[in-house]
């Protein structure tokens, strides 16, 4: 349940994370911590925002939390498939974060930056180099339109749990009539707030499309009331830019960079219509 909070700083930000997640992540035998964001980013450079559907937990990112970050020494490693994976540690790993928190927060948080940065963890013996493959796309995407994905953008998760299969994050969204949807889009709408960005980019075809049924965006042509399953319903929450809006921000929409969906052909689109866009 959601009570006001006062959001002046990312570091309020987790606080409030934290609060509404007691209730959406409760202890289980799977539990794993949310996704936590940076508290010393200078977010006055922050010009830009990306929108990830979640954070996933990869079988490399399960071994790493589990022997890395929790100290968990009985874990057991050896495993190549998520299906031989023998885990029964979330309630240790429940207990061990909230003895203290402030210690695997700041943990996680750099973890979270290693995956979105050039550096190797020459000693990490899950993570040979980084970044992983969705962040590298995303930052040859801003290099293609002049910006430092590192530098000019914050990168946020619509929702914090970690988990790597999408469909189940999306049937735990739609839950109770959407009602979980509908509190994450709260959580968007203040970090949204927080940032300030000039635009936000959402590129995940599976949170868009949640986004445009739940109407988020605001409908630029009201009078043409095309159904959900019509060929322009989207051009509906769309200005002759290609820009959605929500309130004074602007969105920009596309499919996930680094997946099969999107083509070299698409790409250069997307890149040639942003260029027009940010750097008239």
Known sequence: MMTEYKINSIADFNSFLDNEYKDLNPCKENWYPIMYYDETID???????????????????????????????????DYKKKVDEEDNYGELRYKKFWNSN???????????????????????????????????????????????????????????????????????????NFSKFNQLLTHLDKIVELIQPEYVFIFNAS??????????????????????????????????????????TKFIIGNQLSGGATSRVYR?????????????
């Open 207 to 248: 949170l868009v499309e949640m986004l445009m049924e739940n109407n988020f965006f605001h409908c630029c042509n009201p009078e043409a009331l095309y159904g959900k399953d019509h060929f322009q319903f989207y051009n509906e929450f769309m200005n002759y830019d290609g820009v959605c809006t929500r309130k004074d």
């Open 43 to 77: 977010l006055r450079k922050k010009r830009y925002m990306t929108v990830g559907i979640n954070p996933s937990l990869t079988v490399k990112a399960k071994k790493y939390i589990n022997k890395q970050i929790f100290d968990i020494k009985d874990y057991k490693d």
């Open 102 to 176: 402030i210690k695997y927060q700041k943990r996680l948080i750099d973890f979270q930056n290693l995956l979105k940065s050039n550096l190797k963890a020459e000693k990490d013996i899950y993570y040979k180099k980084f970044p992983i493959n969705y962040f590298k796309k995303l930052e040859e995407f801003f290099k293609a339109i002049d910006k430092d994905f590192k530098q000019d953008i914050f990168h946020y998760d619509f929702c914090q749990l970690r988990e790597t299969d999408s469909i189940s994050i999306g049937e735990w969204l739609s839950e109770n």
């Open 268 to 280: 250069a689109n997307l890149i040639a219509n942003v260029n027009r866009l940010i750097n008239k």
